[in-house]
C-alpha cells in the first residue's frame, strides 16, 4: 500500500494533477453561472482525456506499430538518421548531448558496422528563429557517431532542412546525385510514417528502421493489468501522458497539412 500511495499522491500534487483536482472540485461546488461550468468541463475532458495513459498510448501505438522493426538482415546502398536526437555544445554543456530520440544514433551506429550499409547520410539543419546557428543537428550527430566509431569518411550531411519535407527533398537530392535509390530510413517510431511517405514521394526506396519506441509490447500488456493501482495510476491525468498525445497531435496534423500541400 505504501509502494501505491508513494506512486499515486503525488500525481495530485504535480501541476497536471493538480489543475484537474481543482476543476473537479471547481464543478462541485460552483452553483449557477453555467457558461462557466461548460468551459470548467470542457476544460476538465481535456485534461482527462489527453492525461490518462490509456489514450495517450492508444493513440501513440496507431503511429509507432506501423513500421515495427524487421529482424531479418537487410541491406541498402546507405543509412538516413533524420535529426531530433540531440543537444548542441552550448554553454554549460560541455560537448554535444543526445536527449530521449538520441538512440537514433545507437542504431545507425549498430547498422553501419554490421554492415547494413556503406554510407551514413545525416539529415538535420537550424530553424533560424529557433537554433543557435553555430552548429547543425547533423554536425551534431556527426560527433556522436564519431564517438561511436563511425568513420568520417563514411558520413555525408545534408544541413539545410528546417522540417521533415525538406529533409526528404535535400537528402533525396543528395542521394540521387550519387546514384542511391535505396535507404534505410532511422527517425523515431512516431515520426517514422510521415517520413517513410515522404521519402517515398521523392523517388526513395525505403526501408524503415524505427526507435525510440514509447509503447512496448510488455507496457501495453500491463495497460490492462485487472488490478485497482494499475487503473488508477493509469486514469489519472499526468504530464508525460499530456506529452505523448500532443506528440502524436503534432503528427497527425503534419499528415494533414503535407498531404493539403502535395508533399505526401
Aim: include cysteine.
Amino acid at each position: 500500500m505504501f509502494v501505491f500511495l508513494s506512486k499515486m499522491l503525488p500525481l495530485f500534487i504535480y501541476p497536471t494533477g493538480a489543475v484537474f483536482l481543482l476543476l473537479i472540485l471547481a464543478l462541485l461546488f460552483c452553483r449557477g453561472q453555467k457558461h462557466l461550468r461548460i468551459i470548467l468541463l470542457t476544460t476538465l475532458l481535456i485534461i482527462f482525456l489527453s492525461g490518462n495513459r490509456w489514450l495517450s498510448y492508444s493513440l501513440a501505438r496507431t503511429l509507432e506499430w506501423k513500421y515495427l522493426p524487421d529482424h531479418t538482415s537487410v541491406s541498402a546502398h546507405a543509412i538516413v538518421v533524420l535529426g531530433g536526437g540531440t543537444e548542441s555544445n552550448l554553454p554549460p554543456r560541455q560537448g554535444v548531448e543526445v536527449n530521449s530520440a538520441g538512440d537514433r544514433m545507437i542504431h545507425a551506429a549498430d547498422l553501419y558496422h554490421t554492415g547494413m550499409a556503406p554510407i551514413i547520410l545525416l539529415s538535420g539543419g537550424n530553424v533560424e528563429w529557433m537554433d543557435s546557428l553555430e552548429n547543425s543537428p547533423a554536425g551534431d550527430m556527426r560527433q556522436i557517431l564519431l564517438k561511436l566509431n563511425v568513420p568520417d569518411s563514411a558520413m555525408i550531411l545534408q544541413t539545410k532542412s528546417q522540417n521533415t519535407y525538406e529533409d526528404a527533398v535535400f537528402s533525396a537530392k543528395i542521394l540521387k546525385e550519387k546514384g542511391i535509390s535505396k535507404i534505410i530510413l532511422i527517425t523515431s517510431a512516431m515520426h517514422m510514417p510521415r517520413s517513410v511517405g515522404l521519402f517515398e514521394k521523392q523517388g526513395i526506396t525505403v526501408i524503415p528502421s524505427p526507435t525510440d519506441f514509447t509503447v512496448t509490447e510488455d507496457g501495453w500488456r500491463r495497460m490492462f493489468s485487472p488490478n485497482l493501482e494499475t487503473f488508477l495510476t493509469n486514469i489519472v491525468p499526468n504530464s508525460s501522458s499530456i506529452g505523448l498525445t500532443t506528440s502524436v497531435m503534432k503528427e497527425y496534423i503534419g499528415m494533414i497539412v503535407y498531404r493539403l500541400q502535395g508533399w505526401l
